[in-house]
């Protein structure tokens, strides 16, 4: 069965860290850029972080640059989200695509279902 799986969410206090993963099954990252994105309540989906399959691009949209980092580990076929310095702001569901086709704005092959992240005092 071919899914992408996230976890790492949880409730942070503001100035906290959290890494996400996204892991995938029935298939082989190493071929696929892999997005994340994040859906706050009344919110559009909006991107957050980008890497392709080769690693030499990565893309941060400006509200997390300098904050988020983003990696990939093939053996592990996960790709990861470090998150520091979080407000409030970044409080959203945090998905993640993948597409052989590299970073898109929409249209993943593939998604997950999804991990909460609350940051709050």
């Known amino acids: 069965q071919v899914q992408l799986v996230e976890s790492g969410g949880g409730l942070v206090q503001p100035g906290g860290s959290l890494r996400l993963s996204c892991a995938a099954s029935?298939?082989?990252?190493?071929?696929?850029?892999i997005g994340w994105f994040r859906q706050a309540p009344g919110n559009q989906r909006e991107g957050v972080s980008c890497i392709s399959s080769s690693n030499d691009r990565l893309w941060y949209a400006d509200s997390v640059k300098g904050r988020f980092t983003i990696s990939r580990d093939n053996a592990k076929n996960t790709v990861y989200l470090q998150m520091n310095s979080l407000k409030p702001d970044d409080t959203a569901v945090y998905y993640c695509g993948a597409d052989v086709r590299g970073c898109l704005l929409e249209g993943y092959e593939y998604w997950g279902q999804g991990t909460q992240v609350t940051v709050s005092s």
């Open positions: 029935g298939f082989t990252l190493d071929y696929y850029a």
